[in-house]
């Protein structure tokens, strides 16, 4: 059972776009909702991260929306830039004893910006 | 550079055997948390160690299993290798007191099982 969906698998967008990748979790016991960013042969950085008390969150070109009713929430990232070219994986946790357990991940987003 | 090491970075072995991957977590960080990247299964949660001590278990088989020392480093060692145990591990690390915490990720050894 897939606790985080994420979609789409892949996106290719122009130089300017703004790429939007959704995510869907199905555990309202949740409480931590990062982004992570991964280029080839490096291990994932995060890049934004938000709770389910905001319903949005920007760092940057970087916008997590987020809607706890629907159980969703997408990152958008203003003005791609070919350097946005990485995988991007939505991810999920719920704290325990006052700490943050693991993450529970969505299956990534390739996403490939065109100069 | 998130400031977490794993060692080695590439291992080629073959099945049926035993290997042990190394993960220093950033400094200071009590958490240690190894996870398992495959094409088909994604980025899964192997473990969990805070401060020596194991925390939470997720999709981590019985032939692997992993310890934290006193100084922190944690191993996660594999043994009785199978194919399919060719994967990316990943291992991260975290403060470990409190809520919202980034998980800071290593670059993660690559294991290839022929």
């Known amino acids: 059972q897939q606790q985080v969906k994420q979609s789409p698998q892949s996106l290719i967008v122009q130089k300017g776009g703004i790429p939007i990748i959704n995510c869907a979790y199905e555990?309202?016991?949740?409480?931590?909702f990062p982004w992570y960013q991964q280029f080839p042969g490096k291990g994932p950085a995060l890049l934004i991260a938000?709770?389910?008390?905001?319903s949005e969150k920007k760092e940057g070109r970087f916008t997590i929306s987020f809607n706890k009713s629907a159980k969703q929430f997408s990152l958008h990232i203003m003005d791609s830039q070919p350097g946005d070219s990485a995988t991007y994986f939505c991810?999920?946790?719920?704290?325990?004893?006052?700490?943050?357990?693991?993450?529970?991940f969505g299956k990534g987003t390739k996403l490939s910006v065109k100069p | 550079d998130s400031g977490v090491t794993q060692t080695p970075k590439h291992l080629i072995t073959a099945t049926g055997q035993r290997v042990t991957l190394r993960c220093s977590p950033r400094?200071?960080?009590?958490?240690v948390y190894w996870y398992q990247q495959s094409l088909d299964q994604g980025l899964q949660f192997l473990i969990q160690?805070?401060?020596?001590?194991?925390?939470a278990k997720g999709n981590i088989l019985e032939r692997f299993s992993a310890q934290q020392f006193p100084d922190l480093h944690s191993e996660l060692n594999l043994s009785s290798l199978e194919l399919g145990d060719s994967a990316l591990y990943f291992c991260?690390?975290?403060?470990?007191?409190?809520?919202?915490?980034?998980?800071?990720f290593g670059p993660g050894t690559r294991l290839l099982v022929l």
């Open positions: 938000i709770r389910p008390d905001v």
């Open positions: 991260a690390s975290s403060p470990g007191g409190a809520r919202g915490e980034t998980q800071y």
């Open positions: 555990n309202t016991a949740f409480d931590y």
């Open positions: 991810a999920a946790s719920k704290s325990y004893g006052g700490s943050q357990g693991n993450l529970i």
């Open positions: 160690y805070y401060n020596g001590e194991e925390r």
């Open positions: 400094s200071g960080d009590l958490s």
